[in-house]
């Protein structure tokens, strides 16, 4: 049974930094893409970062500069290192693993889900 757990959330004043860990257990090798999202309140669930088993990463315009995406394999491991989180950035952030190689945005891309942590940035 495929697990994706997040961990790294938090309370940051604007300006801050936080590291996002989404730790999978129960993949096979043909995992690929990896990515994270975020959901807001009142907000629909949208695409942050992307990143394939090849190190090609993508990232949302509202966070290009500002967001990187990368993965341990052999550790399993997805990372979010987000710097000089602005107010708006405050949602759920969740990750998600796609048994596909090719990146993308789109949450109908993904097959499977974590649960959330919850990212908030005061003003």
């Known amino acids: 049974q495929v697990q994706l757990v997040e961990s790294g959330g938090g309370l940051v004043q604007a300006g801050g930094s936080l590291r996002l860990s989404c730790a999978a257990s129960?993949?096979?090798?043909?995992?690929?893409?990896v990515a994270w999202f975020r959901q807001g309140p009142g907000k629909q669930r949208e695409g942050v970062s992307c990143?394939?088993?090849?190190?090609?990463?993508l990232h949302t315009d509202s966070v290009k500069g500002r967001f990187t995406i990368s993965r341990d394999n052999a550790k399993n491991t997805i990372y979010l290192q987000m710097n000089s989180l602005k107010p708006e950035d405050t949602s759920i952030y969740f990750c998600?693993?796609?048994?596909?190689?090719?990146?993308?945005?789109?949450?109908?891309?993904?097959?499977?889900w974590g649960q959330g942590t919850q990212v908030t940035v005061s003003s």
């Open positions: 998600a693993v796609r048994t596909r190689p090719n990146c993308g945005l789109a949450t109908g891309w993904f097959d499977y």
């Open positions: 129960g993949l096979t090798s043909d995992w690929r893409a």
């Open positions: 990143i394939t088993n090849t190190g090609y990463s």
